[in-house]
């Protein structure tokens, strides 16, 4: 600026401007180009996030428990199973199948049903009985629980308590202490179930005229 004079002086207030107005904005530009950049990464991956545990299982009182596992792998057992399901019908005990690795027993309010094995991502059930297709209460013996189910096609034999054609489903479980709490837990659902029916029965009958 010395050497130019006054031009000198001019010129460099100039460039300093020029300078001001640049620079911020060549900021912008790269904050811009970093965001989209950092979006198109995130649009990109393919990394699958999975749930460390299987959700809260809610029992069919609607009480909100201390979170147990086994439980609520039951309850997500139960959720994929690709059958048909009562309304209302909620899980209430499962465990594995001893004959078969990953097959399972899964005792619902409402039925029992064999849970197979997991073809292809989907689970299939080979066999399901509802409680009203009990035509005695299930036994016990060692590990072996014997399941009466009434025969809907007439083929079987006749069961001398019941006078009804009926079979026997016999299901083998790891051990006799798995085996007395499987017994338990279908004795209470079946108990809980009667009970519920017979408190239905007696409102319609109330209702009536």
């Given at each position: 600026a010395k050497?130019?004079?006054?031009a000198g002086f001019f010129k460099g207030v100039g460039?300093?401007?020029?300078g001001v107005v640049a620079r911020p904005t060549g900021g912008i530009i790269d904050m811009a180009s970093s965001t989209l950049q950092g979006i198109k990464k995130?649009?990109?991956?393919?990394?699958?996030?999975?749930?460390?545990?299987?959700?809260?299982?809610?029992?069919?009182?609607?009480?909100?428990r201390p979170y147990d596992r086994i439980e609520s792998e039951g309850c997500n057992l139960?959720?994929?199973?690709?059958?048909?399901?009562?309304?209302?019908?909620s899980y209430r005990f499962h465990c594995r199948w001893y004959e078969k690795k990953k097959a399972k027993l899964l005792i619902t309010n409402r039925r029992v049903v064999y849970v197979s094995d997991?073809?292809?991502?989907?689970?299939?059930?080979?066999w399901n009985?509802?409680?009203?297709?009990?035509?005695?209460?299930?036994?016990?013996?060692?590990?072996v629980?014997?399941?009466?189910?009434k025969d809907q096609s007439m083929i079987?034999?006749?069961?001398?308590?019941?006078?009804?054609?009926?079979?026997?489903?016999?299901?083998i479980l790891p051990d006799t202490n798995m085996a007395k709490r499987v017994s338990d837990a279908l004795k209470e659902a079946r108990s809980a179930r009667q009970q519920q029916q017979l408190v239905k029965r007696k409102s319609l009958r109330f209702s009536k005229p």
């Open positions: 050497k130019e004079g006054a460039k300093g401007l020029v995130v649009a990109e991956s393919t990394e699958d996030v999975s749930k460390l545990r299987p959700p809260r299982c809610i029992r069919e009182d609607g009480i909100i139960f959720e994929k199973l690709d059958f048909q399901k009562f309304d209302g019908e997991e073809i292809l991502g989907h689970l299939g059930n080979d009985y509802t409680f009203e297709e009990f035509v005695q209460p299930p036994s016990l013996e060692g590990k629980l014997s399941l009466y189910i079987g034999f006749s069961n001398p308590k019941s006078g009804t054609e009926s079979f026997v489903r016999k299901v």
